[in-house]
């Protein structure tokens, strides 16, 4: 199931912490009842950490590295897939010390792996 970034913001920009709470406790909802969730990004040209640290970060701290085997992101440009990668990066070294991340799913606006 497809969560629309634009749903949870005003305009094009994600940069409130309280919004990136509202999109992750979508994504739990789904998660709780299906396995894969696509955070679909398209019309949005910037995210900020604020934004992401509850999508990402605090997902990852609830349900562990493996989640995001079952997060797909669409439509999301490279700045923005730069900045989940970080995030994913920095949460799973919280999570677990000393071992590579592996970054699953992520495509681009061009539909590229």
Known sequence: MAIMIKDFIKGDTAVSYEDGKKCLEKEIEILNIQ???TLDFAGISYVITAFLNPVIGDLILQKGV???KC????NANESIIQKIKQNVNCCAQNVIVGQNVLWYNIINSR???
């Open 111 to 113: 539909g590229k792996r």
């Open 35 to 37: 396995e894969k969730v």
């Open 71 to 74: 997060i797909e992101i669409k």
């Open 66 to 68: 493996d989640v995001m």
